[in-house]
């Protein structure tokens, strides 16, 4: 009896021996099939640009939109580069060099204008920088409401800061402005291409003071 010990050993060492590789094997199956199957699913996956729009500021819940046209991430980006739009175009500062790369030939109201409303824009501007960089003037715009009027089509109702070199309040008005803008494809120098990545353009703008 003492010698049938050993054999029965080696015959439990060698059903576990294959106990274990049958398993393994059968993990490296299932293995397989699992990786086959997302390898079939991957021409199914669509990258999108994503915009997370908060439903409240007190809430933690946010819903994710895909950036596209009639989405409410489309309006909402829309609505930031018009109030963008407003801001470099109204706001004056005593830094030159900023003014230059807001308002000259190169820069960032010329990427976002039709060439027609910004030939009148600079017509119209001229004088009026002029005059405040004489007077050593900064013009700051506080923007209080952008309103979505038609497809197209917005408002922005902002106040203006008229402030000396020592900080002193010269002027306060609130004007209303109305412009036209879309989305066009455009061809643009590589240096330029993050002035206006999306191809906002407006095409008509005008303002009026807000008694």
Not at 28 to 48: D, I, K, Q, T, W
Not at 150 to 160: D, I, K, L, R, T
Not at 192 to 203: A, E, H, Q, T, W
Request: charged share 25%; hydrophobic share 40%; proline share 3%.
């Amino acid at each position: 009896m003492e010698r049938d010990v050993p054999a029965l050993e080696g015959r439990r060492y060698l059903w576990t021996a294959r106990a274990f590789a049958i398993g393994m094997f059968l993990s490296l199956c299932l293995n397989g099939a699992l990786g086959f199957a997302l390898a079939s699913l991957s021409p199914l996956v669509r990258v999108e640009p994503m915009l997370l729009s908060f439903k409240d500021k007190s809430e933690q819940l946010v819903q994710v939109e895909p950036f596209t046209k009639g989405t409410r991430g489309f309006e909402l980006m829309t609505e930031m580069m018009v109030r963008d739009y407003v801001l470099a175009r109204e706001e004056v500062l005593l830094d030159e060099k900023e003014m230059r790369r807001r308002w000259g030939g190169g820069g960032v109201v010329a990427h976002r204008t039709s060439p027609e409303e910004y030939r009148r824009f600079i017509a119209e501007s001229a004088e009026k920088y002029d005059e405040l960089r004489k007077r050593r003037l900064a013009r700051s715009v506080i923007v209080h409401r952008v309103s979505k009027i038609a497809e197209g089509y917005w408002q922005v109702e902002f106040s203006v800061n008229n402030i000396d070199s020592f900080n002193n309040r010269i002027s306060d008005e609130t004007w209303v402005a109305s412009l036209n803008s879309s989305y066009l494809p455009m061809a643009v120098n590589f240096e330029d291409r993050y002035m206006n990545p999306l191809g906002f353009i407006v095409s008509s703008y005008s303002i009026s003071q807000r008694n």
